[in-house]
């Protein structure tokens, strides 16, 4: 009886299509950059606009080529200017308008903290938090800011009704030098708020980072390679 080789192409599949237990969020502020996050395996973008300010809400003509041409879910920047995240009565009306139009167009969830000095502002966030129901909201590094990490996220949870996730590196410059505080945090959390690890998370140093972390999703610019790197 003769045997029959079959040859199989040693291709690398993409990350959409590995077996794994967390979500892979990309940083992104331009359509490009979206496309090619979704084309390398991301499962969700949060989309920004000026990153050099560490991203504030990007212009609806953006979001909706987004909504429409893309098939991955799509965060939403909320925050109406960069610097500090201590906000006026204008502004938290502009970022409840810009809240209202992500449920206009659909988008899946909404990115955006409100501090009170060093602390969270829980009634704005809350208020927030309402408005964007049932939109996925996510309090994003604000919390970093604050002086007791652990004690705000804590607070959070107090008031979890409408937050799905907390995006921070543990009060540290990265996620890494952060996983003290991130395990803290995903142990506060439990069943109740997802802890999305964030802070200079590369496609390099994601599985490390897993390894320690085991939580549900990880955020990045460059989580799935250079986004704006022609050879992606």
């Known amino acids: 009886m003769s045997l029959i080789l079959i040859l199989i192409p040693n291709s690398r599949p993409s990350l959409r299509h590995m077996s794994k237990s967390y979500k892979i969020e990309a940083c992104v502020e331009t359509y490009e950059e979206a496309l090619a996050a979704q084309n390398n395996g991301a499962d969700q973008i949060e989309l920004c606009g000026r990153l050099d300010l560490d991203g504030i809400t990007p212009q609806r003509t953006l979001i909706e080529k987004c909504f429409k041409n893309l098939t991955l879910d799509i965060k939403v920047m909320?925050?109406?200017?960069?610097?500090?995240?201590e906000y006026d009565s204008v502004e938290l009306e502009q970022m409840m308008e810009d809240i209202n139009y992500c449920h206009e167009v659909g988008v899946y969830g909404v990115v955006f903290g409100v501090l009170n000095g060093k602390s969270l502002d829980l009634e704005m966030i809350e208020k927030l938090a309402s408005a964007a129901s049932p939109l996925n909201v996510t309090i994003h590094k604000a919390i970093d800011d604050t002086t007791d990490i652990i004690s705000?996220?804590?607070?959070?949870?107090?008031i979890s009704q409408n937050i799905d996730t907390i995006l921070t590196s543990g009060g540290s410059s990265t996620a890494i030098e952060g996983i003290p505080n991130l395990l803290e945090m995903?142990?506060?959390t439990k069943?109740?708020?997802?802890?999305?690890?964030?802070?200079?998370i590369t496609n390099h140093n994601l599985a490390t980072l897993h390894n320690q972390l085991n939580t549900t999703g990880y955020h990045g610019r460059k989580i799935v390679g250079d986004l704006t790197s022609s050879g992606n």
């Open 152 to 158: 705000e996220t804590k607070k959070l949870v107090s």
């Open 186 to 188: 995903i142990e506060a």
């Open 191 to 200: 069943d109740h708020i997802e802890i999305m690890p964030a802070g200079k």
């Open 78 to 85: 909320i925050r109406p200017r960069g610097g500090n995240f």
